[in-house]
């Protein structure tokens, strides 16, 4: 009798296991036709080109869970590994004597091929495992001795070990690889675990507040007065650990099974739990599954979360590059694995790539403006920022010569340390200047508490500052940098798995661009619109020039108008009023009403923009006024088209050509067929 047969008791379902099991001996292939699928139980590994039954009812997962019961009343009274809720670990002889042993073996942990990626050593060991199915954990010899000596404990050892799942994260990591090993002929016993875990982790129960939405991040945070659930913490430990363990196994079934504990909920950051990743990661390894496919189940059935931790590309040669976070202890530091088209995988470490090729691959996976806001893209460029001075000079030269210049450029403002190094290889020897000068610009509180400084007020302070730089690096490069940050300001959706934090950048180059008046009719535009509250401040801003008297005209009756609207918020108001002041101000007055009344004369003219005695004390709101000054994040996670944006998501810039001498937008024809 085989262990599948064995383990199938009265009343159990079939596995679904077996019509692929027989196809997978006919054909020789791996589980190419296999992904995972949303049913209203959780989550499970499904063949699309089979007829699947439908979605179980509430009422069935009910059954499922009292069949579990059932079969292990059947098998005898199994260990309470957990305590009962409300109630201390417990703490006999037998307990502390394990973990005395567990202690002493964790002090030669340092010795293990896996440490610098234990969470993740299941999957390292997965992908050994392809190369030679007879490979064992790396610390075989460090297990071996620590089993041998639980096995002369007296007393349930096993039981004991198996509770330090929910124990401390260091213990729990050394006993999960030692129950791999202590189990690794007889899988029978892991499977018992995993109806244990199924039942006392009320996993059925988080697989349906997940498919009902009606357990989320935001309802998931601890509200005034709330606290933490000390059960709900344990069984969620124990769960994680264990589902590592079983990452371990390279049994069929095992790994099945594995899959009625995932529920690919959210963590607090939005992403998958860790144990969770480590799951996914084993079954598409261990399973061989189709990366497309895997890619595909994922992103449907938990989008945001998936979003969020894997950044992937899954070309159709049947290759995958992923990147991933990996947290360790309170260090954090970055995975990346790559299947190659032959089939052949890695799993290492992003220090461990060579700078050329991390690089190369970074831009590869992350194509496009609208990926480059993804979270994952910027914690990369900030661990390669912050470990520049340690990169082989030649390497990174070379890892340049394979992305193009506005990757570059892009690089360079999200990895500010290789700014020089970039402006050199470009020809351009002022871009780290303009670089540190825009991160100087960015809207940050003071030091020590002192007040917040907008980002409009420190554009006012260095604007002269600004301009001799423009003198030095040239007004062609500089717009050449900013029409790049725009296009990805542009591009960004506010989502669980993208991130403002460079996009301030962008409205700092945006309020330079107005400083400098190189985006009049632009400005133009989105003050008729009316959306955005940095459109008014930046028309503030603009020089003194040939029509400024239009200008002010202008910027007042749309104040007007905006008064006139009852449902308009007092944001756009304030910024209306800072935008009016700082009109005044470049042009010489103390305020607008001084501006107003002088432009009136129909004898009036402009100063200089470098003439203008500007006031040393401009009065100045604490507001940024910015777009992406709210970071709570929308979990939708759909597709979306970049080049679709709304307008009130857009900076807004028109070339120049674009415009007459009196200050109007050029009528513009959509190009047909017949110009071609």
Not at 356 to 376: N, P, W
Not at 379 to 391: D, M, S
Not at 496 to 511: D, F, N, R, S
């Amino acid at each position: 009798m085989t262990m599948a047969k064995r383990r199938r008791g009265a009343g159990e379902r079939p596995k679904r296991t077996d019509r692929r099991s027989k196809r997978r001996s006919s054909d020789g292939g791996g589980d190419d036709d296999e992904g995972f699928a949303l049913v209203d139980d959780g989550f499970a590994l499904v063949d699309d080109d089979d007829d699947e039954p439908a979605p179980k009812s509430r009422r069935k997962r009910k059954s499922e869970g009292e069949e579990r019961s059932k079969r292990r009343r059947k098998k005898g009274r199994s260990p309470e590994y957990l305590p009962p809720a409300g109630e201390p670990p417990r703490r006999d002889p037998t307990t502390r004597q394990v973990r005395q042993i567990v202690g002493r073996l964790r002090q030669e942990c340092s010795l293990c091929g896996y440490r610098r990626v234990c969470a993740f050593a299941p999957v390292k060991l997965q992908i050994e495992r392809r190369r030679d199915r007879k490979l064992r954990h790396r610390a075989l010899p460090l297990l071996k001795k620590g089993l041998k000596e639980l096995s002369e404990v007296e007393g349930d050892w096993e039981s004991a070990l198996v509770a330090m799942l929910a124990g401390s994260e260091k213990d729990a990591l050394l006993a999960g690889c030692l129950i791999s090993e202590l189990h690794r002929k007889k899988p029978k016993r892991v499977l018992e675990l995993m109806d244990y875990a199924a039942e006392r982790c009320r996993v059925d129960d988080l697989k349906a507040e997940v498919g009902e939405a009606t357990h989320s991040r935001e309802s998931g945070a601890l509200q005034p007065g709330d606290g933490i659930d000390p059960d709900r913490l344990l069984r969620q430990m124990f769960r994680g650990q264990l589902l590592r363990m079983i990452s371990f196994f390279a049994d069929a079934d095992v790994l099945s099974g594995m899959q009625e504990l995932l529920v690919l909920d959210a963590d607090e950051e939005g992403r998958l739990v860790q144990a969770e990743a480590v799951a996914v990661l084993s079954l598409l390894i261990g399973r061989q599954m189709n990366p497309n496919r895997w890619v595909k189940g994922l992103a449907k059935d938990a989008a945001g979360p998936f979003r969020a931790t894997f950044a992937y590309r899954a070309p159709d040669h049947g290759g995958l590059d992923l990147f991933f976070p990996y947290r360790r202890g309170k260090r954090r530091s970055y995975l990346y694995y790559r299947r190659g088209p032959d089939g052949s995988e890695r799993l290492s470490s992003v220090d461990k790539v060579r700078i050329d090729s991390l690089l190369h691959r970074i831009f590869l996976v992350f194509e496009g403006d609208a990926s480059k806001t993804h979270r994952v893209f910027k914690e990369l460029c900030r661990h390669i920022n912050v470990r520049a001075g340690e990169y082989n000079a030649n390497h990174v030269l070379e890892g340049f010569q394979r992305l193009d210049r506005d990757d570059l450029l892009l690089l360079g403002v999200y990895a500010p340390a290789l700014a020089r190094a970039v402006g050199h290889f470009l020809g351009i020897e002022g871009y780290h200047k303009l670089i540190k000068f825009l991160y100087e610009l960015r809207s940050e509180s003071g030091r020590r508490g002192d007040r917040k400084v907008a980002a409009h007020e420190k554009v006012v302070q260095e604007r002269e500052r600004w301009l001799d730089l423009v003198d030095e690096i040239g007004a062609d490069m500089v717009k050449n940098v900013f029409s790049v940050l725009f296009r990805l300001n542009s591009s960004y959706k506010r989502r669980i798995y993208t991130t403002p934090t460079y996009l301030k950048i962008g409205e700092v180059a945006y309020l330079l661009t107005a400083l400098s008046g190189w985006n009049p009719k632009g400005l133009q535009q989105e003050l008729k619109q009316g959306r955005k509250a940095l459109a008014f401040v930046a028309y503030g801003l603009q020089p003194p020039g040939r029509h400024s008297k239009a200008r002010v005209g202008k910027i007042r009756r749309a104040y007007e108008r905006l008064l006139d609207v009852s449902s308009v918020g007092d944001e756009l108001q304030r910024a209306f009023e800072q935008g009016m002041r700082y009109m005044g101000a470049l042009h010489g007055y103390n305020d607008f009403d001084g501006l107003e009344a002088a432009a009136a004369g129909s004898d009036w003219e402009p100063p200089e923009a470098r003439e203008a005695h500007v006031p040393s004390q401009i009065e100045a709101a604490d507001e940024d006024f910015s777009e992406f000054a709210d970071e709570s994040m929308d979990d939708s996670a759909e597709d979306w088209d970049p080049e679709a944006s709304d307008d009130d998501e857009m900076l807004i810039v028109v070339d120049d050509d674009q415009t007459n001498d009196d200050g109007s937008l050029r009528s513009q024809r959509l190009p047909n067929r017949r110009d071609d």
